[in-house]
């Protein structure tokens, strides 16, 4: 059996299932800020009866480190950067608690100029009388070189208990990232300690052994030990619990397709190439904080079944602001919701009321009701068709490198959309309409969230470096910097990159088939030093592809597919 | 971080293109570069954008060149996507996508001539003319003046727009007596519609910062002040820098960024330049900042030491009088040009030119016609050492019509004289033929 627990932002979801079957659901409204309380009220509700040595796993996709930063209720978090000379970024926001320090390491990951332990001693004295909770440090190429880092690290272990170093949250190159994306690890680091500890206890008390998977924005998981470490993975992981739902509820066909999820307040996109989800180029942003935590591709719109709906100027207007419900369920505002009550699509608590709002609207501009209601409808369509043009003219004009993918010209192209939120079977021949792809949308929806988080599978990226003129091999995300002794050629660094995400994935219990590993990326440069002997620098990209553990077995029946 | 001008970028490094495994011009040439723009951030700067490069046609490439025996047999893949990268970043600019952009490709183009047999100066095709003439088609006439920064001297580029009033070259150079090509001094100043606006700006080995900014000040921006161009392009080899292994100048990043900045060119594109380690991770974020109209005063090698790079008083005088010379030069040019082309109808000049890479020695015989009415004619007589031989016959953008019809008769009487193949490259219409000779 598998546990999955969503909790959103209004809601938590849970489900129990047991090989392809959902044995169980439950729903409920988050209860306040105790987010230990709610989530465990729905794991105890979700196993009695259940015999709780025959749980496998327990999956959460939870909003306690999304929350503690977007209600800033995070540690104070001390800065300590090594820029050296480049672009002057301003990392003002994190006021007197930021501290450059000189010393740099260049491109290669040789250091250029060394520490000053004087400055670091300046920084113990000036920090001594501020509250400070947890450090962040980051140098700038560390993913090349971390000594420096470790060298800072050293040096303040004593000092401060949370320590977070850039370099171990990714491998790629961004050091404004790497900055921000530590300083938020630090932040949220004793948040979600404490609720992973209360977790753990409260498993122990009721005998469940079970181990946790944290859900993250990449559509893959991460074991509780692993998110402790860097609880700032588990952000903004709810539109990938609805994406990883979306995928196990939708049919599979191999190709380019789109999903919509149509909620109250937004419509998110999502694509899949060749069946496969894409990520956003660097990572996600959150609060404006730009990050380098991975995350599913996803765009947003301001449009809803809840949106506002109006007439400016003679322009018939819908969304981005939701002003409640529509007044179909009790609300006081027009929304697209009532279009769909007035056009019998959907069934309204209040539908005289709704209706009557749509006609006195209708009249005001000179139209019938069913007009109106028709263009707020087709509106959306166009709304929704407008932005799905602009995000794949965005994503096929994206920079390609080589000489290979240019001429290629891979363009993702859509050949179907796959559609769920609460407005889904109402709105579905309008998308249609609009996209002019056949649709497709599951029965049963309200627990996709849940079910996504139950069937994710542990994921892990890594970005492998060899350079043989400097004889090292790095994999950032892996805590991997060793000495190359002899040669190395590319496909023995693939085949070592394939063995550590291999490895990676079994430690987090994925078992040979489940392990959906690949190379991303594999490029080897001849470097040619000063005799002009050739050297070799090596880069693969390689990991566990998010998909499901199981599928699931489509009980309750589909929506046929149009056309 | 915001960028105060909207800059569009295209970074096509080709990793999986080289003229030969250990040819500077290999894959690895912009792989530190791109560590390093990633690194800094830049794709995070809210106003600059990353934009793929344009694929260059033939009709494309043989806007500019002649081509010998034709454009599909001399280039590759690669050479389609620089120019095209150029194409695309001319584009950006007068389509005001962006207000300012910067192709970063290779492999380069600045020591393409008109007439090609194959590479030379690890260059085929010219990027920047095969975008100017691109764009002068797409959006019509302009004023364009082209300043190379590169180490090298711009010989290509001098020869393509040698007789173009419309089209000022500028090129900072390490002399050529010192240094390959070997061209490029004071008195080569244009053909006689287009006499002084060819530029040619010789400099000392152990130039540094203080001089090319001198050079700047002094000769480039009140050149440039005079012929109010409508777009400066500025050829961006970084080869001047401190470190490079085949030059001997003193440039380092932070001149190269405040050279941007006060240049202010609306398009840059990547030249020579191959200390792809030392310099030019440091010169092209430099370059990127200083167009972006970002602070770029951090912008520094990790091991730069000011005392070092410093020019020598000699090299500063030196500097001193070639700005002075050329800057009368130009002052003078009308004058110069009358007494040097009065009642001559037709300008001849011999040139050889030597194709280093592909090791091929051709000699050329150029012919400008005068005339009052337009800036005239132009003939190419060329043939190589291995045999190859060509007539290319030009008419300008601007030409009359009397020329242009002298242009298709000379086509035809061409073809009767013992070369393998007669061009006509029709500017004017943007038509290109091409005939076999006798």
Request: with cysteine.
């Amino acid at each position: 059996m598998i546990i999955g627990i969503d909790m959103g932002g209004t809601n938590i979801d849970g489900v129990v299932l047991h090989q392809d079957r959902i044995l169980k659901t439950f729903k409920q409204p988050v209860d306040g800020s105790d987010y230990f309380a709610s989530i465990w009220h729905c794991l105890e509700a979700l196993i009695e009866g259940l015999d709780r040595t025959d749980i496998k796993r327990i999956q959460l996709s939870t909003t306690i480190s999304t929350n503690a930063i977007v209600e800033n209720k995070v540690a104070q978090v001390g800065v300590i950067l090594q820029p050296g000379p480049g672009l002057n970024w301003s990392y003002d926001h994190f006021g007197e608690r930021l501290k450059y320090i000189s010393g740099s390491i260049d491109h290669r990951g040789s250091p250029v100029r060394v520490i000053d332990r004087k400055e670091l001693r300046q920084i113990r004295d000036e920090w001594s009388d501020l509250p400070i909770d947890a450090l962040a440090i980051v140098t700038k190429f560390s993913v090349r070189n971390p000594d420096f880092e470790h060298e800072i690290e050293k040096f303040f272990s004593n000092d401060y208990p949370d320590i977070t170093l850039g370099h171990r949250l990714s491998g790629k190159l961004n050091f404004p990232r790497r900055v921000e994306t530590a300083y938020l690890n630090a932040a949220v680091s004793r948040t979600f300690r404490t609720f992973a500890e209360q977790f753990q206890q409260a498993l122990e008390q009721a005998d469940i052994q079970a181990p946790v998977y944290i859900l993250k924005a990449d559509g893959g998981t991460i074991d509780l030990e692993g998110a402790i470490e860097k609880p700032v993975e588990t952000i903004l992981s709810g539109p990938a619990a609805s994406f990883m739902g979306m995928k196990a509820l939708l049919h599979e066909n191999g190709n380019d397709r789109l999903l919509i999820d149509i909620g109250g307040t937004t419509t998110d996109l999502f694509l899949l190439v060749d069946d496969v989800p894409i990520f956003e180029p660097l990572g996600i942003t959150i609060n404006q904080r730009k990050t380098l935590v991975r995350a599913i591709f996803s765009h947003s719109i301001g449009l809803g079944g809840d949106s506002y709906v109006r007439f400016e100027e003679g322009q018939l207007l819908i969304g981005p602001e939701r002003k409640g419900h529509a007044i179909a369920f009790g609300g006081k505002h027009l929304t697209p919701t009532d279009a769909l009550v007035y056009l019998d699509r959907l069934k309204g608590e209040r539908g005289d009321e709704s209706r009557e709002a749509i006609e006195v609207l209708a009249k005001e501009h000179g139209l019938s009701g069913h007009e109106l209601a028709e263009n707020i409808i087709t509106k959306m369509g166009e709304m929704i068709s407008n932005t799905v043009d602009a995000v794949l003219e965005k994503l096929n004009g994206s920079p390609v490198y080589t000489v290979r993918e240019l001429m290629s010209d891979r363009t993702i192209k859509p050949d179907s959309i796959g559609l769920v939120g609460g407005p889904a079977e109402a709105l579905a021949e309008t998308i249609h309409q609009s996209l002019g792809l056949p649709i497709d949308y599951p029965a049963d929806f309200a627990i996709a969230n849940a079910i996504g988080a139950a069937l994710a599978k542990p994921t892990v990226e890594i970005n492998l470096l060899a350079d043989t003129e400097r004889n090292i091999l790095s994999v950032p995300e892996l805590g991997i910097y060793q000495t190359l002794r002899g040669s190395l050629d590319l496909a023995t660094a693939k085949q070592f990159a394939m063995e550590q995400v291999k490895l990676a994935g079994q430690t987090m219990g994925l078992s040979k088939e489940q392990l959906d590993t690949e190379i991303v990326e594999a490029s080897i440069f001849n470097m040619l030093n000063d005799d002009y002997g050739v050297e070799k620098n090596i880069r693969v990209r390689a990991q566990i592809r998010p998909g499901l553990l199981t599928h699931l077995q489509r009980e309750g029946g589909y929506n046929e597919s149009k056309e | 971080m915001k960028a105060k001008n909207r800059l569009g970028l295209i970074l096509f490094p080709a990793f999986d293109w080289a003229i030969s495994p250990r040819h500077p011009e290999r894959e690895e040439r912009l792989l530190y570069t791109q560590d390093q723009l990633m690194e800094e951030g830049i794709e995070d700067i809210d106003r600059i954008e990353f934009f793929n490069p344009l694929i260059a046609t033939d009709q494309d490439i043989e806007r500019v060149h002649l081509a010998y025996p034709d454009v599909e047999a001399l280039v590759s893949e690669s050479h389609r996507i620089a120019a095209g990268g150029v194409m695309q970043a001319f584009d950006l600019v007068l389509s005001n996508k962006a207000e300012k952009s910067f192709a970063l490709v290779r492999p380069p183009g600045h020591h393409a001539q008109r007439v090609v047999y194959g590479d030379r100066g690890f260059c085929i095709i010219n990027n920047e003319a095969v975008g100017l003439a691109y764009a002068r088609q797409k959006y019509g006439d302009m004023r364009v003046a082209i300043v190379d920064t590169d180490c090298h001297h711009g010989d290509g580029t001098e020869d393509i727009y040698w007789n173009d009033p419309d089209t000022l070259v500028i090129s900072f150079h390490q002399d050529g007596r010192t240094l390959y090509p070997g061209t490029g001094p004071i008195s080569d100043l244009g053909g006689p519609g287009a006499y002084g606006y060819n530029v040619n700006i010789p400099l000392p080995p152990g130039t540094g910062d203080e001089g090319f900014l001198y050079v700047l000040e002094h000769v480039v921006l009140p050149i440039l002040e005079d012929y109010q161009p409508d777009l400066i392009i500025n050829s961006a080899g970084q080869d001047n820098h401190y470190t490079d292994p085949l030059t001997n100048m003193n440039f380092s990043a932070q001149g190269y960024s405040v050279l941007n900045d006060r240049l202010n060119p609306d398009i840059a594109v990547l030249e020579g330049g191959y200390s792809i380690q030392g310099a030019l991770p440091y010169v092209n974020t430099g370059i990127i900042a200083a167009m972006a109209g970002l602070d770029y005063s951090g912008i520094w090698e990790p091991d730069y030491h000011l005392g070092k790079w410093k020019q020598t008083d000699r090299v500063g005088q030196d500097v001193r009088s070639i700005a002075e010379a050329v800057i009368e030069i130009w002052h003078k040019k009308e004058e110069i040009a009358q007494e040097l082309f009065r009642s001559q109808k037709k300008v001849t000049r011999q040139r050889q030119v030597y194709y280093d890479t592909a090791g091929i020695m051709e000699h050329q015989t150029q012919e400008f016609y005068l005339c009052p009415s337009c800036p005239g004619l132009d003939v190419i007589r060329s043939k190589n050492d291995q045999g190859a031989s060509l007539v290319g016959i030009t008419v300008p953008r601007k030409a009359c019509p009397d020329c242009q019809t002298k242009a298709y008769e000379l086509f035809e009487t061409e073809q009767r004289s013992r070369v393998k193949f007669v061009l006509l490259q029709d500017q004017k219409n943007d038509r290109f033929q091409r005939a076999t000779g006798r």
